[in-house]
């Protein structure tokens, strides 16, 4: 079992800057993937970026490769998502997820594990 929350939503105008963090709690932390998802209104859940605890090998989706960063802090059991140069389609609910994933990093059905979901807002 593995417990996941999301923190460090909010609000901020385009072009700013924000952290998200996740603390992870549970056995086996080390063979997860962990991931960040986002889901705006009337759309489905989306792949944003995901990260392997062991090697800390990483994984974005084109649309926020070279903004968006996701590392881990071990002895924290946490992970957290820079995002920077925020624009308005950013907006959205993004969720924490777990999983041992071995291939398709991008597809949310792998990930056993969810967060409550933190909202980010980005005005124009």
């Known amino acids: 079992q593995v417990q996941l929350v999301e923190s460090g939503g909010g609000l901020v105008q385009a072009g700013g800057s924000l952290r998200l963090s996740c603390a992870a709690s549970?056995?086996?932390?080390?063979?997860?993937?962990m991931g960040w998802f986002s889901q705006a209104p009337g759309k489905e859940r989306e792949f944003a970026t995901a990260?392997?605890?062991?090697?800390?090998?990483?994984y974005y989706a084109d649309s926020v490769k070279g903004r968006f960063t996701i590392s881990r802090d071990n002895a924290k059991n946490t992970v957290y998502l820079q995002m920077n140069s925020l624009k308005p389609e950013d907006t959205a609910v993004y969720y924490c997820?777990?999983?041992?994933?071995?291939?398709?990093?991008?597809?949310?059905?792998?990930?056993?594990?969810w967060g409550q979901g933190t909202q980010v807002t980005v005005s124009s």
């Open positions: 549970g056995r086996t932390l080390s063979l997860y993937t």
């Open positions: 990260i392997t605890w062991t090697s800390g090998s990483t």
């Open positions: 997820a777990a999983g041992i994933v071995g291939g398709m990093k991008g597809d949310p059905k792998n990930y056993r594990y």
